[in-house]
């Protein structure tokens, strides 16, 4: 179904929304809300927004990628495609499959532990401080003591490793794609 012809303006008008709301979707979510909420919201808010908030935010980044993909595929078909395109439809490629992989079980997975993690918090008196800075002390300790809490705490870390890396990854193809599309305006 691909074609050769030369994409109409609503179509490059949607592949560009879409890739614009992809990218400002995550410099606002990464770089902007996340530290300002845990500059200013406690522990337990912080932990309740992010894990309503980021599923949305990683399905629908997952979703502009996927569309991405799909129209730059059918307006670059491979028997006409050089070196750069390719390079393009690999870009996307790797963002869907990413941002899928980061959706569907590493952003998953962050927010079950964290709602975990704030069960036990919360039965120790923790939780309502605003970021992890303001009492370190008292989150160390019950690390020490509590297996429980050490396990969810060492999984979480390594959860939100690997979420972290997904989410840079996709911002990174994201960029090599809007410098892309910048230097291909006319025929996306």
């Known amino acids: 179904m691909a074609t050769e012809q030369e994409p109409s303006f609503t179509v490059k008008l949607l592949q560009l929304l879409l890739l ?25 808010t912080y932990g309740f927004i992010q894990s309503r908030l980021v599923p949305f ?24 495609m050089d070196d ?9 490629f790797v963002s869907v499959s990413v941002a899928a992989v980061n959706a569907q079980w590493f952003g998953q997975m962050t927010s079950e532990i964290m709602a ?8 120790c008196g923790l939780g309502q401080d605003i970021g992890l800075s303001s009492n370190r002390e008292a ?26 890396l997904c989410n840079l990854c996709c911002i990174g193809c994201s960029f090599y794609s809007l410098c892309y599309m910048a230097e291909n305006l006319a025929a996306l």
Not at 67 to 77: C, D, G, K
């Open 116 to 123: 975990d993690m704030h069960l036990v918090e919360q039965a």
């Open 57 to 80: 935010y990683l399905h629908l980044g997952s979703a502009c990628a996927f569309f991405n993909l799909t129209i730059f595929a059918m307006y670059h078909p491979q028997d006409t």
């Open 20 to 44: 614009s709301t992809y990218w400002g979707m995550q410099i606002w979510v990464t770089f902007v809300s996340s530290f300002v909420m845990d500059n200013h919201l406690n522990r337990h």
């Open 139 to 164: 989150y160390a300790k019950l690390c020490e003591t509590d297996v429980k809490y050490r396990r969810l705490s060492s999984r979480l870390w390594l959860y939100r490793l690997l979420s972290s």
């Open 84 to 92: 750069r395109e390719a390079f393009q439809i690999f870009i996307f």
